[in-house]
């Protein structure tokens, strides 16, 4: 068990350009969520997969905004025309069914200049 | 919708003080409810929780009673280290798709 791991953990980049981001959950959790988190706020949540099917959006996942996870195992987020708003720490966890616990990756740290 | 409310602002306190973090909530149903900490540099981690009403989460010295009736879910330790400093989130799930409202968290520092 390798925990979950999320890449890049790191990225900057300009307005307008398209950002994919990856998440890797523990092997055989078949539920996945993102959040995202901006300073001095807690996570806000984004987006859940059970499996390879994604059944529950935000509000706060505009039409920029993308979200897979073929096969049921690692999934991508993708931000397409960024924008400087969409700085911030997105998190990806996961949890196997029958348990409460979510288990955080370390995140991936977007910055739009 | 569901949300979580934290008492405002930073603690600041010395190492064996005695920590209470308050926490309510708003929720429609029957929620769980969980507090994560943040070590420095590090991802959140579940700290403890509670499923239902009266249940009392502990563990490393932290606990939190799940209060339907003042709707609060308060973190307290009674002697706190130095190793204790962290951001601390309250947060509560769905029991459905168990996606996680989380508080803004704060941030505790322990003086030596």
């Known amino acids: 068990d390798t925990g979950v791991s999320q890449n890049p953990r790191h990225k900057i980049t300009k307005r307008g350009q398209n950002v994919t981001f990856r998440c890797d959950p523990i092997?055989?959790?078949?539920?996945l969520y993102w959040y995202r988190q901006t300073l001095g706020q807690g996570p806000e949540f984004l987006t859940y997969?059970?499996?390879?099917?994604?059944?529950?959006k935000s509000r706060l996942l505009s039409d920029r905004f993308s979200a897979e996870r073929p096969k049921g195992s690692f999934s991508t987020l993708e931000i397409q025309r960024t924008e400087q708003g969409d700085s911030a720490m997105y998190l990806c966890?996961?949890?196997?069914?029958?348990?409460?616990?979510?288990?955080f990756g370390p995140g991936t740290r977007l910055t739009v200049t | 919708g569901d949300s979580v409310t934290q008492m405002e602002g930073p603690v600041t306190l010395s190492e064996e003080a005695f920590l209470t973090i308050n926490c309510t909530y708003t929720a429609t149903g029957y929620p769980s409810l969980f507090w994560y900490v943040q070590y420095p540099g590090e991802g959140l981690q579940l700290l403890l929780k509670?499923?239902?009403?009266?249940d009392k989460g502990s563990n490393k010295g932290f606990e939190a009673t799940y209060r339907k009736e003042t709707t609060s879910f308060h973190l307290e330790k009674g002697s706190v280290q130095v190793s204790d400093s962290a951001v601390y989130f309250c947060a509560l799930s769905d029991n459905g798709n168990n996606r996680l409202a989380f508080g803004k968290g704060n941030q505790v520092v322990v003086i030596p």
């Open positions: 966890a996961s949890r196997s069914d029958g348990s409460y616990e979510q288990y």
């Open positions: 509670a499923t239902k009403a009266d």
């Open positions: 092997s055989e959790h078949n539920r």
């Open positions: 997969f059970q499996n390879e099917a994604q059944l529950e």
